[in-house]
């Protein structure tokens, strides 16, 4: 995937999984929804001190993954010759507190601009809760990405046979 590809999928992305490694050496992974603010993914947690907090204390050093699944379809003869349209980003970064209260506000309101309805008819920027969460944000140092096209109904099996093992009878 190129560098502009896998810059479009994590700006549009829906969720993501933080990979952290604790003191103990064991590693962890946690689910969280993002926004991706000035090249870099913000997320954020409870202000607990849980797994996460204790292993970004411990190390710095993180990746983050998001993926799309899309259809699954054939492409071959037998049902082993089965796969599915995707797309997958792994980010490697070094992951940071943040404590500045405009950046935190400036986090949420990026994250309800991308989750939240427009048509809600609710206070916007109002935070009260503000101190009992911690804001992340992880400076990118690189990005990986592959994708699985889901090819054109032309291009399919039966139409188009690209069975793995030709020679296989079952």
């Not at 947690?45 to 799309?68: I, M």
């Not at 109002?126 to 944000?137: G, H, K, Q």
Request: proline fraction near 6%.
């Amino acid at each position: 995937m190129s560098d502009e590809r896998v810059r479009e999928v994590v700006s549009r992305g829906f969720s993501g999984r933080l990979a952290t490694v604790g003191p103990d050496g064991w590693p962890y992974i946690v689910p969280l929804l993002y926004v991706w603010i000035n090249g870099e993914i913000w997320v954020h947690n409870t202000r607990a001190r849980g797994h996460l907090r204790a292993n970004v204390d411990h190390e710095r050093r993180v990746c983050f993954e998001l993926d799309d699944a899309g259809e699954v379809f054939a492409y071959g003869r037998y049902e082993c010759d089965t796969t599915v349209a995707y797309r997958s980003v792994v980010v490697f970064g070094h992951i940071r507190v943040v404590e500045d209260r405009r950046q935190k506000e400036a986090f949420f309101d990026a994250l309800m601009a991308k989750y939240g309805d427009p048509g809600w008819d609710r206070p916007k920027s109002f935070f009260p809760r503000l101190d009992e969460v911690t804001v992340y944000a992880i400076a990118i140092e690189r990005m990986t990405g592959k994708e699985t096209a889901l090819p054109s109904m032309e291009n399919r099996w039966p139409t188009v046979d690209n069975t793995k093992s030709p020679d296989a009878v079952p």
